[in-house]
């Protein structure tokens, strides 16, 4: 079993920064692609940023330059540096992994999202 704890969501003005954190625990073998999705109220979940094995990373237009993934192989532990925030950048963000178990199986797993606010 796995599972994927997301922290170091809040409130916060616009043109400020927040740094969010996902780790992953349990039956782990290796991690694939790690990514950061959000959904803001009444949308459908899109893509933030993801970051590949080989540190390869690609984002949404509307946060180039504004944020920053990365990852950390030996925590098994992603992170989203987001800079400059906008009140549209208000919604729940949620990690994605696709990893491999140390069963053999091969998929994803989500975390239970954070809610990340951005007042005007």
């Known amino acids: 079993q796995v599972q994927l704890v997301e922290s170091g969501g809040g409130l916060v003005q616009a043109g400020e920064s927040l740094r969010l954190s996902c780790a992953a625990s349990?039956?782990?073998?290796?991690?694939?692609?790690m990514g950061w999705y959000r959904q803001a109220p009444g949308k459908q979940r899109e893509l933030v940023a993801i970051?590949?094995?080989?540190?390869?990373?690609n984002y949404a237009d509307s946060v180039k330059g504004r944020f920053t993934i990365s990852r950390d192989n030996a925590k098994n532990t992603v992170y989203l540096q987001m800079n400059s925030l906008k009140p549209e950048d208000t919604g729940v963000y949620y990690c994605?992994?696709?990893?491999?178990?140390?069963?053999?199986?091969?998929?994803?797993?989500w975390g239970q999202g954070t809610q990340v606010t951005v007042s005007s």
């Open positions: 970051i590949s094995s080989g540190s390869s990373t």
């Open positions: 994605k992994m696709v990893l491999t178990t140390t069963l053999g199986t091969i998929g994803p797993s």
């Open positions: 349990g039956s782990i073998f290796s991690i694939n692609t």
